[in-house]
Nanobody
Framework: QVQLVESGGGLAQAGGSLRLSCAAS????????MGWFRQAPGKEREFVAG????????DYADSVQGRFTISRDNGKNTVFLQMNSLKPEDTAVYYC??????????????????WGQGTQVTVSS
């Protein structure tokens, strides 16, 4: 029933910024932890960032720590990923996912029960 739709991807140059959005329908996200993952060609899907249901706790992959920020706006039923200081190695399809109710940030893909279709991010050198 729940649908997650990512947007905001596109082309950016190294050092630039993009802001990804994940809009949900069919489920209010306010009580769920949320996460962002990415998958580059030939690579496995990897954790990028997570946020607790209350928004007071976040977690980031070492590769994006200090550059990316995850946030949520429950009024808009939307989760965001602000991506700054982009690097070519950030190039991937980015997916948002819905985690456990009342959950804390988690890097385990099997703890998420709904996924978006993904949005492409391409960073040129």
């Amino acid at each position: 029933q729940v649908q997650l739709v990512e947007s905001g991807g596109g082309l950016a140059q190294a050092g630039g910024s993009l802001r990804l959005s994940c809009a949900a329908s069919g489920r209010a996200l306010s009580l769920y932890s949320m996460g962002w993952f990415r998958q580059a060609p030939g690579k496995e899907r990897e954790f990028v960032a997570g946020i607790s249901w209350s928004g007071d706790r976040t977690d980031y992959a070492d590769s994006v720590q200090g550059r990316f920020t995850i946030s949520r706006d429950n009024g808009k039923n939307t989760v965001f990923l602000q991506m700054n200081s982009l690097k070519p190695e950030d190039t991937a399809v980015y997916y948002c996912a819905c985690g456990p109710i009342f959950g804390t940030p988690t890097q385990k893909t099997n703890e998420y029960d709904a996924w978006g279709q993904g949005t492409q991010v391409t960073v040129s050198s």
